[in-house]
């Protein structure tokens, strides 16, 4: 009899709301799954290539003014930050702006991506790497940051050492002008070597300006590598090496010469 009357409790329909309470104490774990898989990809993108693309642009600007022959070279020197500034806005315009690589982002497979649209889980992320580029803001702010600051800077440095504000005693709002830009460049220094660190540990924003636009440099195609030939460069190192020794030995052998002309 107690058999029978087990048989009979197990084979009792279950309550109604059953569902309701198995949904309830299944839904925590389904709300963990589901935020756990809202995860940012991690990626690694080479700190050295984003110094070497940094590096292969400022030398594209200096090279670019070295050939400047038309221009005198006085007055190449007094209108030298113009004349970067224009270099450097050029390469913006026609990069930057129209979502496309620096030079030397492209020789490093690098590209900007917005880091606050940069896409978390979907179809569409297979890589880590996608998401769009700069917004409008982003790039105007670049502009004016990037090319416009250090215009700015330069100018102001020359032309307050030209006056020397440092030296006016004076003249105490020039003197107040100078301890003011030199606070502000210690400040910016220091702020440049702590984002430096965060860079170091964390491969992200190799400037400020990047990190406060939240522009990341990710790789333009994820199957292919930096296009740079060491070859070129140890060509470049080797004669450096030589027109430097050169010139030394053309030093020594002319001061060697009069020295024994005059003994």
């Known amino acids: 009899m107690p058999q029978v009357e087990s048989a009979t409790a197990s084979e009792r329909p279950p309550p109604q709301d059953a569902w309701v309470v198995e949904l309830r104490s299944l839904l925590p774990q389904w709300e963990s799954l589901r935020d756990s898989s809202k995860v940012i990809i991690p990626i690694s993108i080479s700190r050295v290539n984003q110094f070497d693309a940094a590096r292969l642009d400022v030398g594209h600007v200096e090279r670019a003014a070295s050939q400047s022959v038309l221009l005198d070279e006085g007055l190449l020197f007094q209108y030298e930050p113009e004349l970067d500034a224009f ?14 690589p620096t ?6 497979n690098l590209r900007y991506r917005d880091e606050r649209a940069a896409p978390i889980t979907g ?23 990037f090319v416009g600051g250090q215009y700015i800077w330069s100018r102001l440095q020359s032309f307050s050492a030209f006056r020397r504000w440092g030296d006016s005693e004076q003249r105490p709002l020039a003197r107040r002008a100078w301890a003011l830009m030199q606070n502000a460049e210690v400040l910016y220094r220091a702020a440049s ?9 964390g491969g992200r924003y190799k400037t400020i300006v990047e990190r406060i636009l939240k522009a990341r440099l990710v790789y333009g195609s994820p199957n292919m590598n930096r296009a740079v030939s060491f070859e070129y460069m140890n060509r470049q190192l080797v004669w450096n090496e030589f027109s430097v020794s050169l010139g030394v030995s053309e030093i020594v052998h002319k001061y060697i010469g009069v020295g024994f002309w005059y003994n």
């Not at 030079?103 to 490093?108: D, E, H, V, Y």
């Not at 790497?129 to 502009?143: A, D, N, R, T």
């Open 87 to 100: 270099l450097e806005f050029l390469i913006w315009r026609f990069s930057i702006w129209v979502d496309k």
């Open 103 to 108: 030079p030397g982002n492209a020789l490093m």
């Open 123 to 145: 179809k569409e992320v297979r890589t880590g790497l996608e998401g769009p580029g700069l917004s409008v803001s982003q790039k105007i702010f670049y502009c004016i940051s």
């Open 193 to 201: 070597f702590f984002n430096l660190l965060l860079f170091l540990y």
